[in-house]
């Protein structure tokens, strides 16, 4: 276990920018293009 | 029956549409549980890197995406190219759905770049071949894309956007050994096929788990999107 606590894992030794910058804005694009492909999804079949 | 009966069969939109679906399904659930270990592996079990501190950790999606952007382009182009030559509808449809995953993949492995590189090297950008490169790989999809979209006939775009991607499929080896040959900030590859990976096992381990699971969230959303363009063009 590398983290004493909760606080401790979302401050990422002062680096908490960089890494949630990183992993929140993968994370929205994967879910926008999700989303985006199941609207298209529904709208084709309709 | 022979082989090849067996190729055209698969190949045949009847049979292909309903095997697509089952196949993306399963590809997303596979994406999901491989995210959720690799996400674990990545921030519970790799230890805090000696020389990085925390920041390294962007690593274990940036390089799995940097994989899949050029991996993604070479498909892409291999689809498009079969398409040319053998006149196939199916192919070309592969292409087109491949292209914005590739190009999303190629914007994430920029962007977690420039955010490991602050930290790091002290710059969010530099202009060094490797991140050149891979800034021209983005150009070279949305080119694709907004070629295909420009032109109204289908199969006419299907043909133009794939002389665009197999002549781009040169800047994949360029962004590949773009370390090797010139002398980059950015630093070699940790992983390669003809040597022990110069990286802790369970950093490593967390890094190939995130690369899975890219893998199989772009076939997920590659076959789900090639049925909304067969449904959209038939």
Known sequence: ?46 | MSSTIKWYWFASPQTFYPLAGTLARWSGVLAAVLAAAGLYVGFFVAPTDAQQGEAYRIIFIHVPAAWMSMFLYVVMAFWAAIGLAFNTRLSGMMASAIAPTGALFTFIALWTGSLWGRPTWGAYWVWDARLTSELILLFLYLGFMALQAAIDDPRRADRAGAVLAIVGVINVPIIYYSVKWWNTLHQGASVSLTRAPSMASTMLAGMLLMALAFWAYSIAVSLARVRCIMRERE
């Not at chain 1, 993968?26 to 999804?41: F, N």
């Open chain 1, 1 to 46: 276990m590398n983290w004493g606590g909760w606080s401790e894992f979302w401050a990422m030794g002062g680096k908490a920018f960089y890494v949630w910058g990183s992993y929140g804005v993968t994370l929205a694009c994967l879910a926008a293009e999700v989303w985006v492909l199941w609207r298209r999804a529904r709208e084709a079949k309709a």
